[in-house]
């Protein structure tokens, strides 16, 4: 079973609409729990960043960590075509051998349409 | 430009033959890594590097070698490829290892071994 459980979509939603994305994890010792943004031909880059529970909100975007539930959202208001893309949740424990071993979700793929 | 810099993007070849992707990267980071991506599994870490001359295995370190020779240049070895190591392969960097230092990745590099 994997640590990190995504729904790969895809998800496809109209200009405007509220996008939820989620994951879910079994590592009790995750503590930084990140959303990475990719297009397409291109590498991940990091959107937003939580450590441990509680919110956090940039411009249209809102990340959520629930420790006792395993579960971490992205939210995503207004969403513009510009929000087309594939997007990664990962996290990592506070203290890991491996420094920044982070564990990936498998990505969920958004696509907004005008 | 502060960026992680892989070459080739694209690169075809044949089993057994050996090949190279090199990794650099102009941000004084401390911290590498290569991953590869395959569809149903994400991204999922081969080898990382916590500063020149330290090296280590990932999570998937099965055929591949590295080294870091020098702080800017992490490159990835392939002795004798083979077709379960056709992928898209990704190397990142954050200045260290750890903590909430985010990870930069670069393009991606799409191995094809036929």
């Known amino acids: 079973q994997k640590e990190v459980e995504q729904d790969p979509g895809p998800l496809s939603v109209p200009e405007g609409a509220i996008v939820s994305l989620n994951c879910t994890y079994s590592?009790?010792?995750?503590?930084?729990f990140m959303w990475y943004r990719q297009y397409s031909r291109k590498g991940p880059e990091l959107l937003m960043y939580t450590y441990s529970s509680g919110n956090k909100e940039d411009g249209r975007f809102t990340a959520q960590v629930d420790k006792s539930s395993k579960y971490i959202s992205l939210f995503i208001r207004d969403s513009q075509p510009s929000d087309s893309a594939t997007y990664l949740c990962a996290m990592r424990p506070l203290a890991d051998a491996s420094g920044s071993r982070l564990t990936f979700g498998e990505g969920t793929q958004l696509t907004v349409n005008p | 430009e502060a960026q992680v810099t892989q070459n080739p993007r694209y690169l075809i070849t044949v089993t057994g033959k050996k090949l190279t992707v090199t990794c650099s990267q102009n941000m004084n980071h401390e911290y590498m890594s290569w991953y590869r991506q395959d569809p149903g599994l994400g991204l999922r870490q081969i080898y990382y590097s916590m500063n020149v001359e330290v090296t280590d295995k990932g999570d998937v370190p099965e055929g591949y070698k590295v080294s870091r020779k020098e702080k800017r240049n992490f490159p990835l070895i392939l002795e004798s490829p083979s077709p379960n190591q056709t992928s898209l392969y990704f190397c990142?960097?954050?200045?260290?290892?750890?903590?909430?230092?985010?990870?930069?990745f670069g393009n991606g590099t799409r191995l094809t071994v036929t």
């Open positions: 590592n009790s010792a995750f503590q930084y």
């Open positions: 990142a960097s954050s200045l260290r290892p750890g903590g909430d230092s985010p990870l930069h």
